[in-house]
């Protein structure tokens, strides 16, 4: 396929395909590919395509016909299932990624758009973490093998864009949170895992909630409509061989955060802290200076409205 005329509008006329699109994130995206003005959009069915399966990623492609591929599909979760499951996180979402950016490279798409994950960084990585920090040093032992698998989709982009010129963009988001987040306390991560248990316990008249670690570590949180935005931004403007953080620059201490969502849910307990449990990561807070640079990108959610959206979002769901 040859670069399309971008003429009035990017979009119209490209077929995009998002895998992963019925899920979380992708379905933000997908409405934001829709308010831009793509009118062909394919999301494929983990029924129906298993992109673990190269058949079934042949399929898809010949389904499809994209000219841009926004791959989002992934098997996520918390420290608790990283730490229970780390080979299936490795091998899904590396088998995943790898067939289908070669196939893609066969297919001849226009670009690639990868959305990787900030458990790629090295545990002890300078703050904030810049994407030139990356390689240096190996992940947070409870995800790496998730965020290794990831980070060998931008080595295959890096060699691929070398060998076959094929154009990519690779992003790394902090941890996305907002309405229609899992809540799965096998699965969650902490923004959800923590709403769940202070609902809960304050519907029940429980007296405290446990939560895990010391508290004592740091996070930085991007709320989905924000990433949903900066993909498709991405998607239309970002091409290059290294990769471009996603978050809001700006990092806060698991304590705090569990202070925040006890006011916002009205639950009158205490909290025990389960120091027993992991940590994770003890910071995490990003560069984002390059989103802004290259991609137009800064996030615009404040932190306590996205909570207060997903605490309403969850109250109504249950």
Known sequence: ????????????????????????LGKRVVNRLLQAGCDDIFVPRSAEYDLRETGDISKMLQDAQPDIIIHLAAVVGGIGANSMYPGTFFYDNAIMGVQLIEQSRQFGIEKFVCVGTVCSYPKFAPVPFSERDLWNGYPEETNAPYGLAKKMLLVQLQAYREQYGFRSV????????????????????????????????????TTQIVAWGTGEASREFLYVDDAARAIVLAAEKGDRPDPINLGVGNEIKIKD????????????????????????????????????????????????????NTISWYERSR
């Open 170 to 205: 690779y992003l790394i988001p902090v941890n996305l949170y907002g309405p229609g987040d899992n809540f799965d306390p096998q699965s969650s991560h902490v923004i959800p895992a923590l709403i769940r248990k202070f609902v809960e316990a304050r519907n029940s008249n």
């Open 257 to 308: 955060l569990v202070h925040i969502i006890k006011q916002l849910t009205d639950f009158q307990g205490d909290v025990v802290w389960d120091t027993t449990k992991p940590d994770g990561q003890p910071r995490r807070k990003l560069d984002t200076s390059l989103a802004k640079s290259h991609i137009g990108f800064t996030a615009n959610t404040s932190f306590k409205t996205g909570l207060r």
């Open 1 to 24: 396929m040859t670069m399309k005329e971008t003429g009035h509008n990017f979009w119209s006329g490209r077929r995009v395909t998002v895998t992963g699109g019925s899920g979380f």
